[in-house]
T-cell receptor
Framework: AQSVTQPDIHITVSEGASLELRCNYS??????LFWYVQSPGQGLQLLLK??????LVQGIKGFEAEFKRSQSSFNLRKPSVHWSDAAEYFC??????FGAGTRLTVKP | SQTIHQWPATLVQPVGSPLSLECTVE??????LYWYRQAAGRGLQLLFY??????ISSEVPQNLSASRPQDRQFILSSKKLLLSDSGFYLC??????????FGQGTRLTVV
């Protein structure tokens, strides 16, 4: 069955620093992959999605993610983090299953 | 455009009381609908999903049930709440490529 793993429970970065959140998937074929963001007490918002084609996908809020079949990964990146990016981030596959989430803290 | 509504936003219920959380979707027909629970500091656990009226699939055995009485309505229920039912409940519908669109959630505290 399709599944995703987010190995980092909590990450802290300084404002202005670059960010990479890890996501590994388990699936024989090329899955549909997604990243979502959740602000405290809110529902989840779709950041970006990958179906096929170009392995580097751009999303909202300046985020991007790269699909790497050889590593079974779909890591989320942002070149320069803003304080407003502090939130919980979830990776998901196309069967509506989600990773455990990574909580991002941004230091001033 | 499609929108999804969940209510209430917060709920405090005593142990043993019944529960009914409602979710409705606008702007789409025959959506696949999902209920998730998010315990404090935990990920999203898929509880139920529905591909049509009256069709419910349960992911994990538990104290909760779901119903879909209308095409765009999805209800999460319990006859008797337990303390362990506390959490943040999220309803979602799936887009054409199974991207999820979420409601704002219901914070349930069982006391």
């Amino acid at each position: 069955a399709q599944s995703v793993t987010q190995p980092d429970i909590h990450i802290t970065v300084s404002e202005g620093a670059s960010l990479e959140l890890r996501c590994n998937y388990s699936y024989g074929a090329t899955p549909y992959l997604f990243w979502y963001v959740q602000s405290p007490g809110q529902g989840l918002q779709l950041l970006l999605k990958y179906f096929s084609g170009d392995t580097l996908v751009q999303g909202i809020k300046g985020f991007e993610a790269e699909f790497k079949r050889s590593q079974s990964s779909f890591n989320l990146r942002k070149p320069s983090v803003h304080w407003s990016d502090a939130a919980e981030y979830f990776c998901a596959v196309g069967n509506m299953r989600f990773g455990a989430g990574t909580r991002l803290t941004v230091k001033p | 455009s499609q929108t999804i509504h969940q209510w209430p936003a917060t709920l405090v219920q005593p142990v043993g009381s019944p529960l009914s959380l409602e979710c409705t979707v606008e702007g789409t027909s025959n959506p696949n609908l999902y209920w998730y629970r998010q315990a404090a500091g935990r990920g999203l656990q898929l509880l139920f999903y529905s591909v049509g009226i009256g069709q419910i699939s349960s992911e994990v055995p538990q104290n909760l049930s779901a119903s879909r009485p209308q095409d765009r309505q999805f209800i999460l229920s319990s006859k008797k709440l337990l303390l362990s039912d506390s959490g943040f409940y999220l309803c979602a519908w799936a887009g054409t490529a199974n991207e999820a669109f979420f409601g704002q959630g219901t914070r349930l505290t069982v006391v």
